[in-house]
């Protein structure tokens, strides 16, 4: 089965930076997408970024857009976020998923998702 594994978070100070990793087994996935969300108490999941696993093609929220930067390491089987000037807004579990098409779409519906990781950003 599918597992995602993410790693990299922690506490930052505004302005700084944070590489989320995101492992991922199971399966051979040059046929998925790969995405982040985050989620804050209260809040909804909120889409990050995603990349077609196969083509590389990204995609990004407005909201970091310019500053985070989703890739993926074909040998490693691992998808990471570069989080750049960060603010404190972008203090949130930030999760690993994916879905089993080649299109990122505009469906935010992804089938597999890890445990998350915590990102907190001080100001």
């Known amino acids: 089965q599918v597992q995602l594994v993410e790693s990299g978070g922690g506490l930052v100070q505004a302005g700084g930076s944070l590489r989320l990793s995101c492992a991922a087994s199971?399966?051979?996935?040059?046929?998925?997408?790969m995405g982040w969300f985050r989620q804050t108490p209260g809040k909804e999941r909120e889409f990050v970024a995603a990349i077609t696993w196969g083509t590389g093609r990204t995609s990004y929220a407005d909201s970091v857009e310019g500053r985070f930067t989703i890739s993926r390491d074909n040998a490693k089987n691992t998808v990471d976020l570069q989080m750049n000037s960060l603010k404190p807004e972008d203090t949130a579990l930030y999760f690993c998923?994916?879905?089993?098409?080649?299109?990122?779409?505009?469906?935010?519906?992804?089938?597999?998702w890890g445990q998350g990781t915590q990102v907190t950003v001080s100001s």
């Open positions: 998923a994916a879905k089993p098409t080649p299109i990122i779409g505009a469906s935010r519906n992804y089938d597999y």
């Open positions: 199971g399966r051979a996935f040059h046929m998925y997408t």
